[in-house]
């Protein structure tokens, strides 16, 4: 694993910021796990960018991982998994977790739990509790690393095995305290 000696986890701002995360979308949801087509401009804008709120990892260039939430519903998970998600849902007090992806060159690090950290602080801060996801199944063991719990059986889409897992706010950002504090240091 190659990790560039430098990089800041933010909200991207910038047009170069949103091209490139749209490219990394891409990639990993369109050409390594096909859930979508692929596109002649090898851009992927998600179906929930208006409500999104995103974390990137920018090393000045290009993004070299992302991840995104909202808390509006529709839920994507919900679409997916159908009434296993209900009973789990807080009015108001749930988000979503989406679009977890990383270059593959930085991977096996902790880059994707410090994306993590950083939008679920901001879900904190938005009074969310409760969090949904939807795991591609090679990912399973590193979600519940983090503290998601599996709640139903899987479906398959697209040829993907994906698994439907919650989690609590509170509980996983407490779980992950000295990273948390080490993340207020430059990386």
């Given at each position: 694993m190659t990790m560039p000696l430098s990089y800041v986890i933010k909200t991207p701002e910038a047009e170069a910021e949103f091209r490139s995360l749209w490219r990394l979308n891409h990639e990993v949801f369109a050409e390594e796990y096909p859930q979508h087509p692929t596109a002649p401009n090898s851009l992927l804008i998600d179906k929930f960018h208006g409500k999104n709120i995103y974390?990137?990892?920018?090393?000045?260039?290009?993004?070299?991982?992302?991840?995104?939430?909202?808390?509006?519903?529709?839920?994507?998970?919900?679409?997916?998994f159908g009434a296993v998600m209900e009973p789990y849902i807080i009015p108001q007090k749930t988000a979503e977790i989406r679009l977890?992806?990383?270059?593959?060159?930085?991977?096996?690090?902790?880059?994707?739990?410090?994306?993590?950290?950083?939008i679920m602080e901001e879900l904190s801060r938005q009074g969310m509790e409760r969090l949904l996801i939807s795991a591609i199944d090679a990912q399973v063991a590193f979600y519940k690393h983090v503290g998601f719990r599996l709640i139903g059986a899987p479906v398959i889409e697209n040829g993907l095995l994906f698994h439907p897992m919650v989690g609590?706010?509170?509980?996983?950002?407490?779980?992950?305290?000295?990273?948390?504090h080490s993340m207020n240091m430059d990386v």
């Amino acid at each position: 694993m190659t990790m560039p000696l430098s990089y800041v986890i933010k909200t991207p701002e910038a047009e170069a910021e949103f091209r490139s995360l749209w490219r990394l979308n891409h990639e990993v949801f369109a050409e390594e796990y096909p859930q979508h087509p692929t596109a002649p401009n090898s851009l992927l804008i998600d179906k929930f960018h208006g409500k999104n709120i995103y974390r990137i990892a920018w090393d000045g260039h290009h993004v070299l991982g992302m991840l995104s939430a909202h808390w509006q519903a529709p839920f994507s998970a919900v679409q997916k998994f159908g009434a296993v998600m209900e009973p789990y849902i807080i009015p108001q007090k749930t988000a979503e977790i989406r679009l977890l992806a990383l270059r593959r060159e930085n991977r096996g690090g902790s880059l994707a739990v410090r994306l993590g950290i950083a939008i679920m602080e901001e879900l904190s801060r938005q009074g969310m509790e409760r969090l949904l996801i939807s795991a591609i199944d090679a990912q399973v063991a590193f979600y519940k690393h983090v503290g998601f719990r599996l709640i139903g059986a899987p479906v398959i889409e697209n040829g993907l095995l994906f698994h439907p897992m919650v989690g609590d706010l509170a509980d996983i950002l407490s779980r992950h305290e000295p990273l948390r504090h080490s993340m207020n240091m430059d990386v």
